[in-house]
């Protein structure tokens, strides 16, 4: 089965070049989503809006996929500090209504356009 390009107006078009998301093999890989709105304003402030904003984003690519949260198996949280680890977990936890995939959670020197947070996710299709 060749690989699919996922593209929607629910999440920030590419900040560099790549895809928003990749459907291989019955899996939906994510790009890294950092706090950028689907408009490409960044979302500033609260670690937690921002953490919030880079879900939504992987939603909106799921969900373009034909996916949902629930689908995920794995998702990579990369963040400029430790110290945001459970402010991110508690707005992270109200995405999954079922079991949590698996996660890790990286602390980082930089990331793109300054951002505080990113995160990138694979899911299954289950359809």
Same mark, same amino acid.
Request: charged share 20%.
């Given at each position: 089965?060749?690989?699919?390009?996922?593209?929607?107006?629910?999440?920030?078009?590419?900040?560099?070049?790549?895809?928003?998301?990749?459907?291989?093999?019955?899996?939906?890989?994510?790009?890294?989503?950092?706090?950028?709105?689907?408009?490409?304003?960044?979302?500033?402030?609260?670690?937690?809006?921002?953490?919030?904003?880079?879900?939504?984003?992987?939603?909106?690519?799921? =969900?373009?996929?034909?996916?949902?949260? +629930?689908?995920? /198996?794995?998702?990579?949280?990369? !963040?400029?500090?430790?110290?945001?680890?459970?402010?991110?977990?508690?707005?992270?936890?109200?995405?999954?209504?079922?079991?949590?995939?698996?996660?890790?959670?990286? =602390?980082?020197?930089?990331?793109?356009? +300054?951002?505080? /947070?990113?995160?990138?996710?694979? !899911?299954?299709?289950?359809?």
């Amino acid at each position: 089965m060749p690989k699919q390009t996922v593209s929607t107006p629910k999440a920030p078009a590419a900040v560099g070049p790549y895809s928003q998301g990749i459907i291989a093999d019955g899996f939906v890989f994510t790009s890294g989503q950092i706090p950028l709105r689907p408009d490409g304003t960044m979302v500033e402030g609260d670690i937690q809006a921002m953490a919030r904003q880079c879900l939504d984003n992987i939603k909106g690519i799921l =969900e373009s996929a034909g996916a949902t949260m +629930n689908d995920l /198996v794995k998702v990579t949280v990369f !963040a400029k500090d430790m110290k945001n680890f459970q402010a991110i977990n508690d707005v992270y936890k109200t995405y999954f209504n079922q079991s949590p995939p698996a996660r890790s959670f990286v =602390e980082v020197s930089n990331l793109p356009r +300054n951002a505080q /947070v990113e995160m990138e996710g694979i !899911a299954v299709l289950t359809r």
